[in-house]
Structures are given as C-alpha cells and as structure tokens.
Nanobody
C-alpha cells in the first residue's frame, strides 16, 4: 500500500503560479506511475499530467500543456506539479494518484490508478 498526501494548493490570481507536491509513503515511488487529476465543481474528473515508472516519461493534458509541468523525485518519494500562467478554468481540486507497475502504463485512465490522495484545492481568481 502507498499513502499519498498533496500540498501546495491555495488562492492565486490569474496569470500566477503555484507548485503542488505529493509525498508518497509506504512503498518506493519508483514502483509507480504517478499522475495528477483534477475535478472542478459539477464537472468530471480530468487528467492533468502523468509520469511513468522507470523511464520517467511525462505526459500532459491538452488543456495544460505548455503551462504545467510535472516532475518527480524518486529519492524524496515526491512528485510535483508546477503550474504557471494559471487561468480561471484551472480552479479545481487536484488529486495525486499512483498506478502500480505492470506491463503497460495507462497514464490517463483514472480507473487504472490504485491509490489516491485526499486532494488539494486550487482557486484562481480574476
């Protein structure tokens, strides 16, 4: 089992930046593909970014590509989401998730993720 705890959310003006962190405990982070998802009020959960195990390839959703950047530090058992040029529509609860290593990495499929954090609120104001 792995436990995930997100932090770094808050209130920021449009155009500003935030960095989210997700610390994992219980198992080495290197055994997991990691991802960020978000959910805005009244909307479905949306894929934001992912980082695969081993090679550490990263993937970013269309709505955030070029503005957000995911990274991971397996030595610190932590993944990050650097969010720049924030927009009003980025307002959501952001969740960190872990997918156990297997033959394939379904990086944008929330159903394939085994463990989830409690979420951290990001609010972008005008």
């Amino acid at each position: 089992q792995v436990q995930l705890v997100e932090s770094g959310g808050g209130l920021v003006q449009a155009g500003g930046s935030l960095r989210l962190s997700c610390v994992a405990s219980g198992r080495p982070l290197s055994s997991y593909g990691m991802a960020w998802f978000r959910q805005a009020p009244g909307k479905a959960q949306e894929f934001v970014a992912a980082s695969s195990w081993n090679s550490g390839n990263t993937y970013h959703g269309d709505s955030v590509r070029g503005r957000f950047k995911m990274s991971r530090d397996d030595a610190k058992n932590t993944v990050y989401l650097q969010m720049n040029s924030l927009k009003l529509e980025d307002t959501a609860v952001y969740y960190c998730a872990a997918q156990s290593m297997s033959d394939s990495y379904y990086w944008d499929s929330r159903r394939k993720y085994d463990y989830w954090g409690q979420g951290t609120q990001v609010t972008v104001s005008s």
